[in-house]
């Protein structure tokens, strides 16, 4: 039972969302020319969905202090679309684990109510659309909400599903998606509010603005929180470090403006190639994606090798063996390897 706290906050872990304060970005501050493919561009945990659309746009973390948040994202239209092809869409995605839905109680006689709340803003006057999508069962439930020129707390209040549980696993089960642009396909069916229903695509977006509509336009977002109840409480800020931890379940990046030379791990050579243990910083969700830049280098003691190319590596969800190639040493002998400058990176990607 909720204390209150003199600063207004109540007490007990009540957000399900990671990162609704937009603080970590660890794939990038801003990046421009988004809107031909959907993925994961700036701020951690969220990923851009988009396909058919010739607009274009920035997204980017800023800084905007308000009401005790000192980040956002930001969506900055740069190439407009006037001729909204039927398939077209985009917007913002949000995806969850069943596993860390189950007090939700969905698909049960006693079902919960879940209340969804975040703040935006724009350039202008503008509706669009919150889509919570359950995945396990393809039931979907939407609420048009409006953006002004001013920041505004948006608090929609979901009925409680009796049909479908969440799977309890490490899989996806639920999507919010802030639907920005959609085409006909999307857009010609009927908007009932707040109704848990199967999916159906000419629903999803009826009665939205388009995001593309001009280069003026923008969008902003931080403040996200979804709780179980129909009461929106104050928003539950947590520290850097522990939102941190989070994200880095579902994605890291190593090196990326650290100094140069940045040590990755120490292994043994095999002769062309070198086994070179690293460590990831928490459990990710499953065994993630690997990428790397160039720069990566693998001495033998003061010499460096370049890395010409990877033999493979053995990826679990803790920790990797990373096997680069390199030009041939002897066998057995000791190495480590480090980036040679401060863009250099590894990536380790486990998004749902």
Known sequence: WGEVSTNGQVSGRRNIIING?????????????????????????YQIIAGATAGRFTMAQVADVHDGFANAMKLTCTTADASIAAGEYMGIQYRIEGQDLQQIKKGTSDAEKVTISFYVKGNASATYMLEVKDSDNTRLNHNQFAVTTDW????????????GAFDDDNALSLELSFWLHAGSNFTSGTYTANTWAGQTNANRAVGITSFFDSTD?????????????????????????????????????????????????????????????????????????????????????????????????????????????????????GV???????SEYFSFDSEL
């Open 21 to 45: 304060a937009m603080n970590v970005a660890q794939r990038s501050a801003s990046v421009t020319g988004i809107g031909a493919t959907s993925g994961y561009y700036t701020i951690d945990r």
């Open 152 to 163: 505004t707390r948006i608090v929609i209040t979901l009925n409680a599903d009796t049909t």
């Open 217 to 333: 336009r923008t969008f902003f977002l931080t403040g996200v929180q979804m709780e179980v109840g129909s009461v929106a409480t104050p928003f539950e800020h947590r520290s850097f470090g522990e939102e941190l931890a989070l994200c880095q379940r579902y994605y890291w990046q190593f090196g990326a403006g650290d100094p140069n030379y940045t040590p990755i791990g120490t292994g043994v050579s095999e002769g062309s190639f070198s086994n070179i243990a690293m460590f990831y910083p928490t459990k990710m969700r499953a065994a993630p994606a690997i990428a790397y830049s160039s720069g990566v280098q693998v001495f033998d003691g003061s010499t460096a090798r370049a890395v010409t190319g990877t033999r493979g590596a053995y990826i679990g969800v803790r920790s990797v063996n990373f096997q680069p190639n390199h030009a041939s040493l002897v066998v057995g002998r």
């Open 336 to 342: 480590y390897s480090s980036l040679t400058g401060t």
